[in-house]
């Protein structure tokens, strides 16, 4: 079946994800002469930096989406479609997806990554990630539930497994994660739970290398490192997780923690896409592209963001899988669609790193931002700011804005809801 899209003169520009990169080369699209159709398995756009904060309780996923049809009200050569795509036929230069086929010119794929278990099971099945607003809302929903059980738990050692927590993965969002946790459990669990005694719950970040934050300045991976336990939080480091039952965390090195959750932050891969040809795949799924974001073999197919693997002399493996390379390589392919129809020659792409940063609970972060390191409180004001920045929609910007206002006047916020979802209501398309 054919997805209803209205047929027009323009060509026809399909986008599939509607991440950092799809979103941007979309809106870039926007009022130009070709048919845009953005296809998502979502109805919205998800801003990941601050996943861990709706996981923690300290933002509504409502303030971190935005949704596609209100980001295109005003531009008629945009169409949405929700659907997930499932395999590419190259050669009848069409996707089929869950709803339907759609027929492109050009396709540009951007559906980003996915966690990587390296092929644990376990960790698969028992681990909680945070690389959804779902997953997030369930970390938040098991967290709070747990904290409920163990209040009624009067045996220590069953009560341990509700409150300890595991994050396997010292990078930013592992970090993160661990700061946060910090800070609910010295501001939040005394006051919510007064009959618990928080110094009860440990929260390990367990990292496999020596360093916290890799890739950034080893004197920065030191000094989250030293946050963190001023915090309270248990840090280990070359520490390998090799199995997880539910129950105990196993280590490599034969240490075993019993915890009720595991949170696995660490690291992401890609999924190949059917009727994409094998050569076109490095050995980690991403895409391989030309400095044009073309997909090689292929001249109408683009891959952008982190999908996509662009190698250079100061990139051997592609550039980071981060938002900035997503958003740079969706204007930059947007621009280079018009100069096509213009008849101009095209830009190849050049990444401007803007820079890293991790947070670290309240008034703490380190960032470095061309050539320039940040630590403590000042590092803290710039991450508060590039991630409001960044954030799409302005009602998003100020609801995000009053509300680390409010946390930070009151430590306290009152997100702390467990919803959970119990339709039982059949509503089916009638054969
Ligand atoms: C917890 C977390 C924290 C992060 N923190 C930071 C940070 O602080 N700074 C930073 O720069 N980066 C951060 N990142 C990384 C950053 O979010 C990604 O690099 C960025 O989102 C990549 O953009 P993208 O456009 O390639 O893909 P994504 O933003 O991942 O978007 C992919 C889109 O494709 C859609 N999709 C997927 N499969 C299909 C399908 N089959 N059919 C249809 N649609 C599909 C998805 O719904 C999604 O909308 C973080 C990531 C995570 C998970």
Known sequence: ????????????????????????????????????????????????????????????????????????????????????????????????????????????????????????KAFEEKAFTIKSTGQALNLRNTMLSDYEQAIIESDFEKRQWFLDIVIVGGGPTGVEVAGALSEMKKYILPKDYKELDAKEVDIYLLQGSDQLLQGMDPKHGNTA??????????????????????????????????????IWAAGVTCSRMDGISEESF????????????????YDDIYAIGDLACMMSEEYPYGHPQ???????????????????????????????????????????????????????????????????????????KIVVFFNWIWNYMTYDQSLRLIINSNNEVKHEKPE
């Open 282 to 297: 490095n050995s980690r799924n991403r895409i391989l592209v030309d400095d044009f974001n073309k997909v090689k073999g």
């Open 1 to 120: 079946m054919r997805v209803n899209i209205p047929e027009s003169d323009q060509e026809r520009i399909v986008i599939v994800g509607g991440g950092f990169g799809g979103l941007m080369l979309a809106k870039k699209l926007a009022k130009c002469n070709y048919q845009v159709v953005l296809v998502d398995k979502r109805n919205y756009h998800q801003f990941q930096p601050l996943f861990y904060q709706v996981a923690m309780a300290g933002l509504e996923p409502s303030s971190i989406s935005f949704p596609f049809r209100k980001a295109f009200q005003r531009f008629d050569n945009i169409y949405f479609r929700i659907g997930e795509v499932q395999n590419v036929e190259p050669e009848a230069k069409r996707i089929n997806t869950d709803i339907g086929h759609i027929n492109f010119d050009h396709l540009v794929l951007g559906y980003g990554a996915k966690t990587n278990f390296f092929g644990n």
């Open 322 to 396: 981060v938002a900035q390379p997503a958003i740079q390589q969706g204007k930059n392919l947007a621009l280079n669609f018009k100069r096509r129809q213009q008849g101009k020659a095209l830009k190849p792409f050049k990444y401007r790193d803007l820079g890293t940063m991790a947070t670290i609970g309240r008034n703490k972060a380190v960032a470095e931002i061309g050539g320039f390191k940040f630590k403590g409180f000042f590092a803290w004001l710039i991450w508060l700011f590039v991630h409001l920045y960044a954030l799409i929609g302005t009602r998003n």
């Open 225 to 262: 490192e030293r946050y963190l336990k001023e915090r309270g939080v248990i840090v280990k480091k070359n520490t390998r997780v090799v199995d997880y039952d539910g129950e105990f965390v196993i280590t490599k090195d034969g240490g075993k923690i019993k915890a009720g959750k595991l």
